[in-house]
């Protein structure tokens, strides 16, 4: 039999929403005062807590609560890095095509559509139509 365990919940920088702490980031400030995004959460240093999502790391900039909650100035590129992060992971939620195999017979009239490769053509069908 498990133990139900309390979940741990922080509260998001950008939203102010409070969240279980494994489904944010944890920015933190090392005790050398570097400034960084940790993915891990095991860094030593301040944290403070942010949503991954676009909405929440505007907000946190903006307002500058993010640099509130670290009680210091979040260097632009620790705010370039959480949106490279967070083009990186893309949530598959968001995204029209994400499906795991496309019809290769679309694929193919793309193809002869722009008479380019797939691999530079690789955007959402129907995105900009
Ligand atoms: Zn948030």
Known sequence: MQKP?????RMCAGCKERRPKRELWR???SPQGEVS???????SGRGAYLCPKNACLAQAKKRGSLARALE???P??????MADELARLAPAGEEPCAKP???PAAGKAAQKQTGRPASKAA???GALE
């Open 5 to 9: 365990r309390k979940i741990p919940e």
């Open 27 to 29: 920015v933190v400030r």
């Open 37 to 43: 995004l940790d993915a891990t959460g095991k860094k």
């Open 72 to 74: 210091c100035a979040i």
């Open 76 to 81: 632009d590129e620790v705010y370039a890095a």
């Open 101 to 103: 195999a496309e019809k």
């Open 123 to 125: 955007k959402p069908a």
